[in-house]
């Protein structure tokens, strides 16, 4: 059964950093996608960015330049490194994992997710 276990997260100010990461367990293979998605209050999920086995990485326009997004496939990981932060990053942020090569950017069709981790970024 694939587990993803996720940490990190917490308060910060604006503009500053947070680090996620996410583990996932029950799953060897090589083709994988592995993503972030954030929900905020009242709002829907939106994914934030995502990159599977060939490192082909796709990030939201609202996060380029700022997240990066990375993995660690001895570990089985995948981390999203957050920089200059904005109040309007402020979500519970998912990890989530889509078994095959394409990296795909709705949350239907990921079938397996974190618990969510809170990010919270104060003005």
């Known amino acids: 059964q694939v587990r993803l276990t996720e940490s990190g997260g917490g308060s910060v100010q604006t503009g500053g950093s947070l680090g996620l990461s996410c583990a996932v367990s029950?799953?060897?293979?090589?083709?994988?996608?592995m993503a972030w998605f954030r929900q905020a209050p009242g709002e829907d999920r939106e994914p934030v960015a995502s990159?599977?086995?060939?490192?082909?990485?796709k990030y939201t326009d609202s996060v380029k330049g700022r997240f990066t997004i990375s993995k660690d496939n001895n570990k089985n990981s995948v981390y999203l490194q957050m920089n200059s932060l904005k109040p309007e990053d402020s979500a519970m942020y998912y990890c989530?994992?889509?078994?095959?090569?394409?990296?795909?950017?709705?949350?239907?069709?990921?079938?397996?997710w974190g618990q969510g981790v809170q990010v919270t970024v104060s003005s």
């Open positions: 989530a994992v889509r078994l095959g090569t394409y990296c795909a950017f709705d949350e239907g069709d990921y079938a397996y």
């Open positions: 029950g799953y060897s293979g090589k083709s994988i996608c």
């Open positions: 990159v599977n086995q060939n490192r082909y990485i």
